[in-house]
C-alpha cells in the first residue's frame, strides 16, 4: 500500500529561507542546509524547495545552493522557480533534483515543457497552479505576473496540464497561503476527480487533522505544508519541525 | 572502489553521499572509461526515459567497458530505478534496444481504476520475496523505499525476483541474477532503509 506522502514546502529567498502569508509577508526562517539535515534526521517522505524570487526578478535557478542542498538531502527532493527552458531543467536534473516544478512556464507556449516532458519523462514534472478567489467568490488561476490568462477556470487548466503530460499537480491557495485554516477542500477536490495523476494539496494545513480532511474529502494523493513544520505554539516561534511517523499514521494510511 | 556511471541522467551526487556516510569513502562519480574500467563495484543510476537514457549511454561510449565489465570481468553492478530497467531488453517507453543483461521487458503500468494514478509515486513496502544479500539487516517484508516511475520491470525469467511491490498489481521491484542487481525504487532516497541497501551492496565481496 502507498502511504500518503507529508510534504514540507520550504520557500527560498536568496540564500535563505522564508515563509509567507498569501504570497506576501515574508518572514526569515533560517538556513536552507540546516533545515534539509534535520528532516533527514525526522526521515521526512519527501522536500519541495520554491524559489520565490526567481521567476519574479528573472534571475535562474541558484544552481550552486540546490547542488549542495541536493547532496544532503536523503529523500525525494522536488525544486521549482525560474526553470523556464530545457537546458535549465537538464543542468537542476544532472545536480541531483528529483522532480521539478513549473509554474510561469505553463502559461508560456507548450512547446518548451513538451520537450522536456517527453526527454525527462513525466514522473519527473510537477504542473504548480496557484488558485484564488477572485471578487465573487469564483476561483481563478493565477499566475505570479498577474497575466492574463486564457483558461481561468482551474479544473480545466489542472485538465489540460494533465493531458500535455505532467506526472503530478500541485494546488496551491494565494488566500489560504499562511493562513493555517484549512485546505481548499472544495476546488481540491474538483481537480482531483478531473485528473488522472497524483494532486498534491499545498496551503492552509494548520494540524494532521486538516491531512486526512484533504486525503479523505478531496482525493489528493499527497499532502503539503509550509507553516505547520516551520513554526511551533500559538506564537508561531521559528521551528523547523515534523509529527513522528506514529503521530501521522493516526491520521493517515 | 565503487564507481557511480555518471552518463549525464540525474541524481548522483546524494548516492555518493549516502554511501559515504556509511562510511564508504572510496566512491567516484565518473564518465571515464579507464575510471569505469578499474571499478570494484558500479552503480547504474537514472532518472527520466529510457531512450534518452540509452542515447546518452550510447554518445557517452561506455556501453563497450560496461559490457566488459558486468559481461565478462563479472563486476558487481547496481541499477537504480530506470538504471535497473535499461538492465532489461526493451521497454514499451522508447524504441532503443536495452543493455540486454538480463532477460526482461519493461511495460507500462495500466489500470481500469481511475483512483490508481500513474507514476506510481511515493513511499511502498517492498516484500523480500526471497533472501537476498541486498535485504541484510532490514525487517523482514516491512521495508519501505521511495519509488517513482510509470513503467516496470517484468523478468522472462521468476528466478531473479528478489523483491516485490504491489501497486493495483504485484510487480518486481528487486532483482539479483549472479552479481547483476536492479532496484526499482531509489535507495538514495529513502533514508534508513535505502543506506542500509547500499551498505549491503557496498559490502559485497566480489
Known amino acids: 500500500m502507498l502511504r500518503t506522502r507529508v510534504i514540507p514546502v520550504l520557500l527560498l529567498k536568496n540564500k535563505g529561507l522564508v515563509k509567507t502569508i498569501q504570497f506576501k509577508t515574508e518572514t526569515y ?12 534526521d525526522k526521515e521526512v517522505d519527501e522536500l519541495i524547495f520554491l524559489d520565490i524570487t526567481a521567476s519574479k526578478e528573472k534571475h535562474l535557478p541558484n544552481f550552486e545552493l540546490l547542488e549542495q542542498l541536493a547532496t544532503e538531502c536523503f529523500m525525494p527532493f522536488s525544486y521549482g522557480g525560474g526553470i523556464n527552458d530545457f537546458e535549465t531543467a537538464q543542468k537542476l536534473l544532472s545536480i541531483g533534483i528529483e522532480k521539478l516544478i513549473f509554474n510561469s512556464l505553463l502559461f508560456e507556449p507548450i512547446v518548451e515543457l513538451r520537450k522536456i516532458i517527453t526527454n525527462f519523462g513525466s514522473s ?50 494565494v488566500d489560504r497561503d499562511g493562513m493555517m485554516n484549512g485546505y481548499e477542500i472544495e476546488m481540491l477536490e474538483k481537480i482531483a476527480t478531473a485528473v488522472s495523476v497524483p494532486v498534491i494539496a499545498c496551503s492552509g494545513a494548520k494540524s494532521l487533522s486538516d491531512f486526512k480532511d484533504v ?18 505554539g500559538k506564537l508561531k516561534g521559528v521551528l523547523i519541525n515534523f509529527p513522528e511517523r506514529t503521530e501521522i499514521e493516526k491520521y493517515l494510511k | 572502489m565503487i564507481v557511480i556511471v555518471n552518463y549525464g541522467m540525474g541524481n548522483l551526487g546524494s548516492i555518493l553521499n549516502m554511501l559515504k556516510k ?30 534518452h537514457a ?63 494514478k500513474i507514476p506510481h509515486m511515493g513511499w511502498n513496502l517492498v516484500k ?19 519509488f517513482v516511475h510509470s513503467y516496470y520491470f517484468k523478468p522472462n525469467n521468476n528466478v531473479m525476483i528478489t523483491g516485490e511491490t504491489n501497486y493495483g498489481i504485484s510487480f518486481t521491484s528487486a532483482i539479483n541474477q549472479d552479481h547483476i542487481y536492479g532496484v526499482q525504487f531509489h535507495p538514495e532516497k529513502s533514508h534508513k532503509f535505502g543506506m542500509q541497501l547500499l551498505k549491503n551492496f557496498a559490502e559485497i565481496n566480489a
Open chain 2, 22 to 51: 556509511t562510511g564508504f569513502t572510496d566512491v567516484l562519480i565518473s564518465k571515464d572509461e579507464k575510471t569505469i574500467q578499474e571499478a570494484d563495484k558500479i552503480i547504474l543510476p537514472g532518472v527520466g526515459a529510457f531512450d
Open chain 1, 124 to 173: 519527473t514534472v510537477i504542473g504548480s497552479i496557484d488558485i484564488k478567489k477572485n471578487f465573487w467568490g469564483k476561483y481563478q488561476v493565477y499566475s505570479h505576473s498577474g497575466r492574463e490568462i486564457k483558461i481561468k477556470d482551474p479544473v480545466i487548466f489542472a485538465k489540460r496540464m494533465n493531458d500535455e503530460g505532467v506526472g503530478e499537480i500541485m494546488i496551491a491557495s
Open chain 1, 215 to 232: 486525503v479523505e474529502n478531496a482525493g489528493a494523493s499527497a499532502v503539503a505544508a509550509g507553516s505547520m513544520f516551520v513554526y511551533h
Open chain 2, 128 to 146: 523480500d520475496v526471497k533472501s537476498n544479500i541486498l535485504f541484510k539487516n532490514m525487517p523482514h517484508q516491512e521495508m519501505r523505499f521511495y
Open chain 2, 54 to 116: 540509452m542515447l546518452n549511454l550510447k554518445q557517452s561510449g561506455l556501453i563497450p567497458v560496461l559490457n566488459k565489465k558486468v559481461m565478462h570481468d563479472k563486476t558487481p553492478v547496481l541499477g537504480i530505478c530506470l538504471g535497473m530497467q535499461i538492465l532489461g531488453k526493451r521497454s514499451e517507453e522508447g524504441n532503443e534496444e536495452g543493455l540486454g543483461w538480463l532477460d526482461a521487458d519493461v511495460v507500462k503500468f495500466r489500470f481500469d481504476d481511475p483512483q490508481k
Open chain 1, 29 to 40: 526562517i533560517g538556513d536552507p542546509i540546516n533545515a534539509v539535515k534535520i528532516f533527514n
